[in-house]
């Protein structure tokens, strides 16, 4: 019988993304300004075998630990992620993303009229109207953001 087993090495320090939805990994990648010039090595997994989710990306970042900031951007991509952080080989931490109720600074509204859009001194805020479907409301001229326009935002 062929043996199916996923092999990504393991990491010294670093970050994990796991639970990742199949195919949003180039987009956390994004996310993070991870590109071909990144100073520390990434594994991918890209539409891995999952119990839990049928298929998932897998992220592994070596020498890297995220921001809260980053942690946020990515709840918005793969709310369902969670992540490890690796010491001497070992997790010594992991948790689920958490979307905050309030969005501020991330998105930009869609709504090209929208105060936050018109160079005045204030930064973009959504509240989260709904986790699943992602759907996120302007403070300022309460449009409604879908998923698609969210991830084209960030």
């Not at 070596?62 to 946020?72: G, T």
């Amino acid at each position: 019988m062929e043996d199916r087993t996923l092999k990504i090495s393991k990491i010294r320090e670093g970050t994990v993304l796991d639970h990742v939805p199949a195919g949003k990994a180039l987009k956390v990648l994004s996310i993070l300004k991870i590109d071909e010039n990144a100073p520390y090595s990434v594994s991918i997994g890209m539409r891995v075998p999952s119990k839990k989710l049928g298929q998932k990306d897998v992220i592994k970042i070596e020498n890297r630990f995220l921001e809260k900031h980053e942690v946020d951007r990515i709840a918005l991509v793969a709310p369902e992620a969670t992540i490890s952080i690796v010491k001497n080989y070992e997790i010594t931490e992991k948790f689920q993303v958490d979307l905050p109720e309030r969005v501020v600074g991330i998105v930009q509204c869609s709504n090209r009229s929208c105060i936050s859009n018109k160079k005045e001194p204030v930064t973009s805020e959504f509240i989260v109207v709904s986790k699943k479907p992602l759907v996120l409301r302007c403070v300022y001229c309460e449009r409604n953001m879908g998923e698609r326009e969210v991830h084209s935002t960030l």
